[in-house]
């Protein structure tokens, strides 16, 4: 190439080159729906819910309009929100996509926020455990629940957190927006809390041809709530409305693209976890080098752990290795001239967005993640980036 050519842009994200490989399953799939016509819940949302509980290892599965509505309906069934005038307390972690946070507030409860841990961007239980004495000092809001956030993909380690909830009579939902087809110690992310919710938003690594998500839950009773929240909070009769509800459906055509993406999905992911170890192997020698302006810092997954990678998502210091946002955006910029694309997730922590604001303690009460917001870039990741595209992105990181 010589250097007046423009570089190729390579996608952040390529669902063009995903529906090119499946168009004819999709296809079907729609024509089949249009043949029946039922658009809501039809046959095709009772076969995916069967699908996705054989998929979060053995639990019952129901389909819903959003990963947001996937969280708001799981609070709704445990009954967190207020009672009278006191509303429950919800520790969610503040380095997060929005919905984590906004949907405490819908449910009537509020938003406690709480730090992640530096390497792997998850929920730290140490601040936890502080916010969590702080609620209870102030004996103002009930401590009523959790939610861990799988973030970029990586399962949340369950076990010390369900020790910690139990201990203080807390409800677990697990945020798995990002992580569904992850694995901790061969147990599928939905199986690893009593209830799990998931995203199908296009560029989630399951993802439909519009909005979509599911409640997970390990406990077929706590499903039929879940099932009744989702329709208006009907009982088996339709017009007999026993609870507050939603109108949570998940239509039949997302259903049915939904099935004709997991026939693959399971490749897609190996894909996935192939190209996070291509990065890792090129990448990590970028962390000590002296012949870059930065330092990186590859994610990690650990012994036993199979992320989701829904994000590749580097730290990035200065050479001194200092937390630098300037570093970090010149990188950005560096690799943008180069034709390929990065994205921050996220610039900004929740305690500190003007909408949750009052819920928080402002700027330096959650140093992890108001440092990360500074120091995060998230490379292209999908399961049709070839060799080509990940040898031209590791070596533009690796030469200024
Ligand atoms: C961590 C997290 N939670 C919840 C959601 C909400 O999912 P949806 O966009 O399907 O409503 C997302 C979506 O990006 C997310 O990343």
Redesign the pocket.
């Known amino acids: 190439m010589t250097p007046t050519e423009p570089a190729q842009k390579i996608p952040f994200v390529d669902l063009a080159a995903q529906s090119r490989r499946l168009r004819p399953e999709i296809d079907r799939r729609i024509g089949e729906v249009l043949d029946h016509g039922r658009y809501v819940m039809g046959p095709e949302v009772d076969e995916l819910e069967t699908e996705l509980g054989r998929w979060g290892g053995g639990v019952s599965a129901v389909a819903v309009s959003?990963?947001?509505?996937?969280?708001l309906i799981a609070l709704l069934a445990l009954g967190v929100g207020r009672k009278e005038d006191r509303r429950d307390a919800v520790f969610v972690p503040t380095f997060?996509?929005?919905?984590?946070a906004e949907v405490v507030l819908l449910a009537g409860a509020v938003p406690i926020f709480v730090d992640v841990r530096g390497e792997d961007f998850l929920i730290d239980l140490e601040s936890l455990d502080r916010e969590y004495e702080v609620v209870r000092a102030a004996g103002v809001a009930t401590p009523r629940a959790v939610i861990p956030?799988?973030?970029f993909g990586l399962p949340v380690a369950e076990e010390p957190l369900a020790e910690w909830a139990a201990a203080r009579d807390l409800e677990v939902i697990s945020?798995a927006?990002?992580s569904f087809g992850a694995r901790r110690a061969g147990r599928r992310v939905g199986s690893l809390a009593p209830i799990t919710?998931t995203?199908?938003?296009p560029?989630?690594p399951l993802g439909c041809y519009g909005?979509?998500?599911a409640v997970l839950c390990v406990e077929p009773a706590t499903a039929e709530v879940v099932r009744s929240i989702r329709e208006h909070g009907q009982s088996a009769d339709r017009y007999d409305i026993v609870r507050l509800g939603v109108n949570g459906r998940l239509d039949s055509l997302q259903a049915a693209v939904l099935l004709a993406k997991l026939t693959i999905f399971e490749q897609e992911l190996a894909a996935r976890r192939a190209l996070a170890a291509g990065y890792g192997e090129r990448l990590r020698a970028v962390s000590s080098s002296t012949a870059t302006p930065w330092r990186v810092s590859t994610p990690e997954c650990g012994p036993g752990v199979e992320s989701s990678w829904?994000q590749y998502t580097l730290r990035v210091d200065d050479a001194a290795g200092r937390p630098s946002a300037e570093t970090r955006d010149a990188l950005r910029a560096h690799l943008d001239r180069a034709g390929i694309p990065t994205a921050v997730?996220y610039p900004r922590p929740m305690h500190l967005q003007p909408a949750y604001e009052s819920y928080g303690r402002g700027a330096g009460s959650l140093p992890v993640s108001e440092s990360l917001a500074d120091r995060v870039v998230s490379l292209p990741m999908h399961p049709y980036l070839d060799q080509a595209a990940l040898d031209r992105i590791c070596e533009r990181i690796a030469n200024p």
Do not use: H
């Open positions: 959003s990963g947001s509505d996937a969280l997060t996509f929005t919905a984590t956030v799988d973030l945020d927006a990002q919710t995203s199908f938003y560029a989630k909005d979509g998500g829904a997730y």
